[in-house]
């Protein structure tokens, strides 16, 4: 069974928020939430994760429910260049990553 | 750094003939992770190595696939006989710890198999 659900598209207007919304409701204590994006043609690239508390970087923001049982990444100010595969992962700390099919983002001009 | 560097980025070759896939992770990583992406199946994990040394190879589909990592700056994936069916995109990854689990990809291999 899948840990996560992500919606399978989703569209952003360039200059907009982008907020992509993950599922883990069966989301175990000591597993963290990851999240990936992979750029057309490219490697996947490490975006963001957490535990329990809200996080941000230079990329994106991480909101996770109080319960846990779901997540939003953020991205504040969407580009062109942010078009991508975004991958919500829940994994233990120390365990392979396991890769789903995660959400089309595409940002339009 | 360079980045996790993946040589060749495109392969074409006979079905039949062995392909072997060449990965340098990122200094200082101790994991080096080699994936399979297809449209079918997606992202799946093959094998990874912690300090050179086969961690989990549960991902290896058969015996035709082989992987090593000789030193902590090369590792190859090799694949003999080649069948069509193992036409894919090739990524590698390194990381320092699976404690925060933070992988950085290769550019990938594209494998053609006629």
Known sequence: ?109 | DAGVIQSPRHEVTEMGQEVTLRCKPISGHDYLFWYRQTMMRGLELLIYFNNNVPIDDSGMPEDRFSAKMPNASFSTLKIQPSEPRDSAVYFCASAQSLAKNIQYFGAGTRLSVL
């Not at chain 1, 941000?56 to 846990?68: G, P």
């Open chain 1, 1 to 109: 069974d899948a840990k996560t659900t992500q919606p399978t598209s989703m569209d952003c207007a360039e200059g907009r928020a982008a907020n992509l919304p993950c599922n883990h409701s069966t989301i175990s204590g000591n597993e963290y939430v990851y999240w990936y994006r992979q750029i057309h043609s490219q490697g996947p690239q490490y975006i963001i994760h957490g535990l329990k508390n809200n996080e941000t970087n230079e990329m994106a923001s991480l909101i996770i429910t109080e319960d846990r049982k779901s997540s939003t990444l953020i991205l504040p100010h969407a580009t062109l260049r942010d078009t991508a595969v975004y991958y919500c992962i829940v994994q233990d700390s120390g365990s392979r990553l396991t890769f789903g099919e995660g959400t089309q983002l595409t940002v339009n001009p």
